[in-house]
C-alpha cells in the first residue's frame, strides 16, 4: 500500500532564508507525487506534481521539489522565504486504483521577519 | 469562475440534525471526492465516484452518504449527527487516466460543528 510521511509536523525560518520541508514515500510501484499547500482557513492548492517526466520539478511561487528513488523521498524546496509561505504543506501519493490521494501529516511552516 | 464550489461554506447545527453538502464541478472531470479533515489537519478520503458511479467507500459510518445527480456534482448527505462529526469536509475533482492520475482540484471546503 502506498503511503507517505512527512518527518517535520513544524518548521520554522526566516524571512529570506531557504525552505526545506521533508518527504518520504512508500509506494509498490513509480508513483505519482504531489506537494499542497492550505493558507489558514483556505483550500488546498496543488504546487506541484511528479509524474515520472522529470526527477527535478519546478512548481508555483518558487518552490520546487526532486524524486529520488533511492532513498523514496520527495522534498520541497524554495531558496528564500517569504512571509506569506506561512502555511501548512502537505505531501501527497495518489493511489493506483481511482485516483485515491494519500495525504502526509502536514508540516506546519512558519516565516519570521 | 470557480473551478470546484462547495455550499455552504460555513454549517453549525445541533446533534441529532441531518444536514446535506453540496459539490459542483466546472472542469469537466470524471471523478469527484470528499475528503474529511479532522481537528488535526490529517485529510483522509471518505467517498469517490467516477462518472456517478461510488468507486471509494472508506469505512465511513452509514450516516454518511454520498450523492451524484451527474458527473458534475457529488453531494454529502449526513443523518444524526454527532459531535465527532465535526470536521472541514472538501470536494474534489480530477480526471483519472491509464496510468496515473492528474491532480486533484478542491473545494474551499465547509466546516461543520456539531454542538
Known amino acids: 500500500a502506498q503511503s507517505v510521511t512527512q518527518l517535520d509536523s513544524h518548521v520554522s525560518v526566516s524571512e529570506g532564508t531557504p525552505v526545506l520541508l521533508r518527504c518520504n514515500y512508500s509506494?509498490?510501484?513509480?508513483?505519482?507525487l504531489f506537494w499542497y499547500v492550505q493558507h489558514p482557513n483556505k483550500g488546498l492548492q496543488l504546487l506541484l506534481k511528479y509524474t515520472s517526466a522529470a526527477t527535478l520539478v519546478k512548481g508555483i511561487n518558487g518552490f520546487e521539489a526532486e524524486f529520488k528513488k533511492s532513498e523514496t523521498s520527495f522534498h520541497l524546496t524554495k531558496p528564500s522565504a517569504h512571509m506569506s509561505d506561512a502555511a501548512e504543506y502537505f505531501c501527497v501519493v495518489s493511489d493506483s486504483g481511482g485516483g485515491k490521494l494519500i495525504f502526509g501529516q502536514g508540516t506546519e511552516l512558519s516565516v519570521k521577519p | 469562475d470557480t473551478a470546484v464550489s462547495q455550499t455552504p461554506k460555513y454549517l453549525v447545527t445541533q446533534m441529532g440534525n441531518d444536514k446535506s453538502i453540496k459539490c459542483e464541478q466546472n472542469?469537466?472531470?470524471?471523478?469527484m471526492y470528499w475528503y474529511k479533515q479532522d481537528s488535526k489537519k490529517f485529510l483522509k478520503i471518505m467517498f469517490s465516484y467516477n462518472n456517478k458511479e461510488l468507486i471509494i467507500n472508506e469505512t465511513v459510518p452509514n450516516r454518511f452518504s454520498p450523492k451524484s445527480p451527474d458527473k458534475a456534482h457529488l453531494n454529502l448527505h449526513i443523518n444524526s449527527l454527532e459531535l465527532g462529526d465535526s470536521a472541514v469536509y472538501f470536494c474534489?475533482?480530477?480526471?483519472?487516466?491509464?496510468?496515473?492520475?492528474?491532480?486533484?482540484?478542491f473545494g474551499q471546503g465547509t466546516r461543520l460543528t456539531v454542538v
Open positions: 474534489a475533482s480530477s480526471q483519472v487516466r491509464t496510468g496515473g492520475v492528474t491532480e486533484a482540484f
Open positions: 472542469l469537466g472531470h470524471d471523478t
Open positions: 509506494s509498490s510501484y513509480s508513483p505519482s
